[in-house]
């Protein structure tokens, strides 16, 4: 059985769109690496945010649903997103949030290395974690953001679940994953490898009550190598008594998911064909692309789509 690599990307239910595309790309200089649609609910965008190359481990994806209401993270669900950035970052990160107002938390120490935890404008949880030594620059243009202080990739989900221990077993034993440490209720999980996004922590009780709505994720990702691979891990969910559903296309990779003993939606997606599969790495979420499947109804779909517009680099 093949082990999981780590986190492929992370999904989440945003505020209106055009504030989405301002905070990550303008303040925090991800790059918007695909602009499509919810492919089941096409009358709203599906924004993904991305390194330059839109690198699995690095996807934060948004359903920016406009009617929806405020969640509220809390029990069952990913409590909080965490970047990767360099060691010497925090203070970089502490000015641009205080010299765009934005409101963060005094960094802590967890696992020996300082945590900056802060909110996305619709209340989504976010953290930074500065681990990575200095000199680990992205070769790849940042914007926004000087290179040395730039956003590398996921560093982990927190998931908060009320029996912690069932979902460590899944992660362990059918997953690959191993306990790295124990830290104030805080139960570390790490993907073998040297990928991105190799951390998840698993939280207990006590805990908020969970409500679905805008702030909150909506569900984690997992890699898997290609469709072969992704094959095996459907049918060793399914034989573990997990409700998988079909693989289904998802244009830049293919999905299956199942919700995990905890209630958090988990999801197994492919590394390929990624984000160039329908336009140029140079300008990849300039347009707005569909399926082939929705093309037919691009007219009707732009008209319920308001436009967005990316900020222009200030500095
Ligand atoms: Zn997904």
């Not at 690198?55 to 649903?65: A, H, I, K, M, S």
């Not at 094959?231 to 008594?241: C, F, L, M, P």
């Amino acid at each position: 059985m093949p082990t999981i690599s780590g986190i492929h990307h992370i999904s989440a239910i945003a505020g209106p769109p055009q504030q989405n595309v301002d905070f990550y790309v303008g303040l925090l200089g991800l790059r918007l690496v695909k602009k499509t649609v919810n492919f089941d609910d096409p009358g709203t965008y599906h924004l993904y945010y991305g390194d330059y190359l839109g690198q699995p481990g690095t996807l934060l994806t948004f359903f920016p649903w406009s009617d929806s209401l405020k969640g509220r993270s809390g029990l069952g669900m990913a409590t909080a997103t965490a970047f990767s950035v360099s060691k010497d970052s925090l203070d970089f990160w502490m000015s641009r949030f205080a010299d765009a107002a934005y409101e963060f938390q005094a960094p802590a120490e967890r696992f020996g290395v300082p945590v900056l935890a802060f909110e996305a404008p619709d209340g989504l949880p976010l953290e930074l974690i500065a681990h990575l030594p200095d000199g680990d620059v992205p070769r790849a243009p940042v914007p926004h953001v000087p290179a040395e202080h730039a956003i590398r990739s996921f560093h982990s989900a927190t998931l908060t679940i009320a029996q912690p221990e069932n979902t460590a077993r899944l992660l362990i034993d059918t997953f690959g994953y191993a306990e790295v440490g124990e830290e104030d209720g805080r139960l570390r999980l790490q993907a073998p490898g040297d990928a991105h996004a190799t951390v998840i922590d698993l939280l207990g009780p006590p805990a908020e009550r969970s409500r679905m709505g805008y702030g909150t994720v909506h569900h984690i990702a997992f890699r898997a190598k290609d469709e072969e691979e992704q094959q095996a891990w459907r049918e060793a969910v399914a034989s573990q008594g997990y409700n998988v559903t079909a693989i289904l296309d998802r244009q830049y990779f293919r999905s299956i998911y199942f919700r995990e003993p905890g209630g958090v939606l988990f999801e197994i997606a492919t590394d390929p064909p990624g984000f160039t599969k329908d336009e140029p790495l140079e300008t990849l979420g300039t347009d707005l692309k569909l399926p082939p499947w929705l093309e037919p109804q691009r007219e009707r779909i732009e008209l319920r789509l308001l436009d967005l517009h990316l900020p222009t680099e200030a500095s």
